[in-house]
């Protein structure tokens, strides 16, 4: 199983920049794509970004423009650089990550989230 550390929220001003970190630890094959999430209060989790092994990227609307995915695939680590926050950033973001087990079966997980709050 994949255990997913965050680290990187806080509290900033708008305009502000943050970075978050998400390093994957335990037993598996490989991981295939990881991603951020976000859920802010009384709203569904939502895609932020996302980033495949061979670093194809995919990101919301929202963000793009503004938010930066990058993967450190030896270090299995996801960062989320974000830039020009805004106060409806706010939220607690989730890393996920799909991976293989030996058993070749697929599995997702999820970080136990971090929380960004974008003062105005």
């Known amino acids: 199983q994949v255990q997913l550390v965050e680290s990187g929220g806080g509290l900033v001003q708008a305009g502000g920049s943050l970075r978050l970190s998400c390093a994957a630890s335990?037993?598996?094959?490989?991981?295939?794509?990881m991603g951020w999430y976000r859920q802010a209060p009384g709203k569904q989790r939502e895609l932020v970004a996302a980033i495949t092994s061979g670093g194809n990227t995919n990101y919301a609307d929202s963000v793009k423009g503004r938010f930066t995915i990058s993967r450190d695939n030896a270090k299995n680590t996801v960062y989320l650089q974000m830039n020009s926050l805004k106060p409806e950033d706010t939220a607690v973001y989730y890393c996920n990550a799909k991976y293989r087990r030996y058993s070749g079966l697929e599995y997702d997980n999820w970080g136990q989230g971090t929380q960004v709050t974008v003062s105005s």
């Open positions: 335990g037993s598996f094959f490989s991981i295939n794509a």
